[in-house]
């Protein structure tokens, strides 16, 4: 199996089945694009040129048969696409809790961030505060302009970053994270 299928791969098992049918169409979609594989990656043609470990680089084919150039990563059989490898890990983090309960979203921000005192980027922030609260990017944007947060520069400790959102969007949840903090 080749790099880019083993990349794709989002599970393994064993089954067997019978039947019959009949069927008649036109398929959809795009197979090949100047020659290149096109894979339907959440529904995202896509074509891969390269991958390592659970990230690719490649390129997301548009309706207009122009391409976009764009990393895909991939964790937990879960795949997420970003203009840039941050953009990507950021989507895949988000997607990879949406499913979560409140708890299990606390439990992880504690386990991400053991030292309440440290100082982490704004921008690490930024992608928990949707994680632990379902916010916006919008919201969250417009929070960090009203705040003059610079998400690419700015450090804040758990504490600062408790005491900043704990009376905003979603600030209940980010309020149970007082305890630890004390």
């Not at 690719?56 to 990563?73: E, F, M, R, W």
């Not at 922030?125 to 947060?149: Q, Y």
């Amino acid at each position: 199996m080749g790099e880019i299928e083993e990349f794709l791969k989002v599970g393994s098992g064993y089954g067997d089945g019978s039947g019959d049918g009949y069927g008649y169409g036109y398929g959809y979609g795009i197979n090949t694009f100047c020659g290149k594989k096109v894979y339907a990656i959440d529904n995202v043609q896509t074509i891969i040129e390269s991958v390592r470990g659970n990230i690719a680089k490649g390129y997301i084919l548009q309706s207009d048969l122009t391409l976009t150039p764009c990393h895909v990563v991939k964790e937990n059989g879960k795949f997420a696409h970003g203009n840039t490898l941050r953009e990507a890990f950021e989507a895949l983090h988000e997607k990879l809790y949406d499913d979560s309960t409140e708890e299990e979203r606390l439990q992880k921000f504690r386990e991400h961030f053991t030292d309440f005192s440290a100082k982490y980027p704004a921008r690490e922030l930024f992608t928990w505060h949707h994680v632990l609260t379902g916010s916006c990017k919008a919201g969250r944007e417009s929070f960090c302009r009203d705040n003059g947060i610079d998400i690419d520069k700015d450090t804040f400790t758990i504490h600062e970053f408790i005491n900043l959102t704990k009376n905003s969007y979603g600030g209940e949840t980010i309020k149970k994270l007082i305890d630890k903090a004390e």
